[in-house]
């Protein structure tokens, strides 16, 4: 007890932050999503899990809870194929490597909300610059586009290609630091084995990447499940339901119809998955272990 | 954490001859590289280059352009006249007051970020330093914290700052930003206090130094390198923060650039040459930064698990 009163100058601090902006707003999260509270925000008691079987009830959201599991699975999907070869080449020799690598940073520096405005801009018909790339290049034969933006399954899409991109740059870091793991023994002997390239990677370099793995999947996992802003500018503007995952769903709930009350039950549920997506991260990964 | 830190060897040393005496695991590349071999990787180099800058160029062009010129039917892909002046008229359009969104991003990023550093010094000087009942408690605390983002809880947080009467105040984004960023700043501060051999400490301690006096005197020089990390870092995120600012800020003025610059989608005649041009100005000094911080990046995110 005396170390503990010994350490809580030091660690009070951040406990009381986090304690405050991150624990008691969850607190608040799960009582709210028990309650009716008015679109002006007054308080009218409580209703059970009324608000839960509101949102779950709801016609699109069953549509909305699988649009966000392949929203999740391909995007996390893609990214790391993508990173996977992205790590291999920039672990490799080769003059210029630096600026590769601090190009692939960019996108990882950027507001994600100007990344998307980029690509919305170039998918708008007639005066988008990726449109009118596809056109000179012969894949399709109207400036109009498609209306990339205004029909949900496309803008859809092509939000999941923004989210691939932005998260392309952790997932190919952290794997690049898990390469820089491996040992070249390792490979030098598959070498001499006789094995060729593609054999040595996936039977002697891959296997030890599996931690690297784990940890990229899992937090982009979370990152891409808790991911508002791509959505919010590539499909935002279009009406009804049909582009939603749960995250902007929350936020029409929050916003658009100011209902907080199902809007914390939706939270709610939200981060109970986030939770088992923690759990397995600290069962796997084991974050604590050498501290 | 070293295998991290050992990341940027340049191309020149895997040159050398294999009896150089320095240990340090060896990188997973053959010393001997075929020259076709080394073209393809320089092609395949060139083109991820392309891609990965491809949005930035789009953008930078186009903060060049007339409005006429970016929204004709025939797009160019370069600008045929540089309107460098879109610079300074773009500050005075109508859709949202872009000036005062800069000073707002500005001012909660500086705030939060010397909040971070205020709080999780200490914590990751003690945690690395001192064992106590509790410890691994608050280790525990801050990884979850790392992964549960704003996005999912601003629904409390915006009850909550109705109630504290912050809401749409730049104090309670310094706070949401603090409090989302303080993991980072606590595991790679952390990871650096660790690597300092106790008996500095201890020798000191000798000398009569106070823990305070060791903290700064001793420790703050050497992890120098994480603290840099955890600000930038720090800074680089508030920076570009969006789901939380866009519910807890609701007046025009108070809002960051990443929340002002999406009302411009939708307007009947979207000014597209001014959106790019503020996200140039919003975007170049956070890569400068990220730059600087590159290797240290993952350490800090992944919590010290890629050994």
Redesign the interface.
């Known amino acids: 007890m005396k170390d503990l009163a010994k350490a809580l100058p030091w660690i009070g601090p951040a406990v009381a932050l986090i304690a405050a902006v991150v624990l008691f707003p969850v607190g608040l999260m799960f009582w709210n999503s028990t309650r009716d509270i008015s679109q002006s925000g007054v308080d009218d008691g409580g209703v059970g899990l009324a608000n839960f079987a509101t949102v779950i009830g709801f016609q699109y959201f069953w549509p909305i809870l699988g649009r966000t599991v392949v929203w999740v699975v391909v995007v996390v999907g893609c990214t790391l194929i993508g990173s996977l070869a992205l790590a291999a080449l920039l672990n490799k020799a080769f003059p210029g490597r630096r600026l590769v690598r601090m190009a692939v940073i960019v996108p990882w520096a950027s507001s994600v909300v100007m990344t998307t405005l980029v690509v919305h801009y170039g998918l708008e018909p007639y005066f988008g610059i990726i449109n009118s790339f596809l056109v000179d290049v012969g894949l399709i034969s109207t400036p109009e586009g498609y209306g990339w933006t205004r029909h949900p399954g496309t803008a859809f899409a092509w939000a999941m290609a923004v989210a691939v991109f932005v998260s392309l740059p952790f997932t190919t870091y952290t794997i690049l630091a898990g390469l820089q793991t491996v040992p070249g023994e390792t490979v030098e002997a598959a070498r001499i084995d006789g094995a060729s390239g593609p054999r040595t990677y996936f039977s002697v370099v891959l296997p030890q990447l599996r931690g690297a793995i784990s940890v990229a999947v899992l937090i982009n996992i979370i990152n891409v499940f808790n991911s508002l802003p791509i959505l919010r500018v590539m499909t935002g503007s279009i009406p009804g339901y049909d582009a939603d995952t749960v995250m902007t769903m929350i936020f029409k709930y929050m916003q658009n119809q100011r209902q907080i009350d199902l809007a914390s039950a939706l939270s709610v549920i939200a981060f109970l998955v986030v939770i088992v997506i923690v759990a397995v991260y600290v069962r796997v990964v084991r974050p604590l272990e050498e501290v | 954490m070293t295998?991290?830190t050992?990341?940027?060897t340049?191309?020149r040393k895997?040159?050398r001859p294999p009896s150089d005496s320095r240990q340090r695991?060896?990188?997973?590349?053959?010393d001997q590289?075929p020259l076709g071999s080394?073209l393809l990787?320089?092609l395949?180099?060139?083109v991820?280059?392309v891609v990965?800058?491809l949005?930035?160029l789009?953008?930078f062009f186009?903060s060049v352009k007339t409005k006429a010129e970016?929204?004709?039917?025939?797009?160019t892909?370069f600008p045929t006249e540089w309107h460098w002046d879109n610079y300074v008229t773009m500050w005075s359009t109508p859709e949202t007051p872009l000036a005062q969104n800069l000073i707002s991003t500005l001012v909660i990023s500086l705030c939060a970020t010397l909040?971070v550093l205020?709080?999780?010094l200490?914590?990751s000087?003690?945690?690395a330093r001192?064992?106590?009942?509790?410890?691994?408690f608050?280790?525990?605390?801050?990884?979850?914290?790392q992964?549960?983002?704003p996005?999912?809880?601003?629904?409390?947080?915006?009850?909550?700052f109705?109630a504290l009467g912050i809401l749409d105040t730049w104090a309670a984004m310094i706070?949401?930003n603090?409090?989302?960023n303080?993991s980072f700043a606590?595991w790679i501060m952390?990871s650096f206090f660790?690597g300092i051999p106790k008996e500095v400490d201890e020798a000191a301690q000798l000398d009569g130094a106070g823990t305070f006096a060791v903290l700064t005197k001793i420790n703050l020089p050497l992890v120098w390198p994480g603290i840099v990390t955890a600000v930038v870092f720090t800074f680089?995120a508030s920076?570009?923060e969006?789901?939380a600012s866009?519910?807890l800020l609701t007046t025009a003025g108070n809002q960051p650039?990443?929340?002002a610059?999406?009302k411009?989608?939708?307007q009947y005649e979207?000014s597209?040459h001014y959106?790019?041009g503020v996200?140039v100005v919003?975007?170049v000094p956070?890569?400068i930064?990220?730059?600087i911080i590159?290797k240290r990046?993952?350490?800090g995110?992944?919590?010290?698990?890629?050994?």
């Open positions: 295998a991290i050992d990341s940027g340049t191309p895997a040159t695991v060896r990188k997973y590349t053959s590289v080394l990787r320089l395949a180099g060139l991820v280059l990965f800058l949005p930035y789009i953008m186009g970016i929204r004709s039917v025939d797009p892909y909040l205020a709080v999780a200490p914590a000087y003690y945690t001192f064992r106590f009942p509790g410890r691994l608050f280790l525990f605390l801050v990884i979850v914290t992964m549960v983002q996005a999912v809880l601003t629904s409390g947080l915006f009850r909550q109705i706070l949401v603090a409090a989302f303080l606590v952390h660790a680089v920076w570009n969006f789901a866009l519910v650039l990443s929340v610059l999406t411009f989608v939708g979207t597209w959106v790019f996200s919003a975007i956070v890569v930064l990220f730059m590159e990046l993952v350490g995110l992944v919590a010290g698990s890629v050994k």
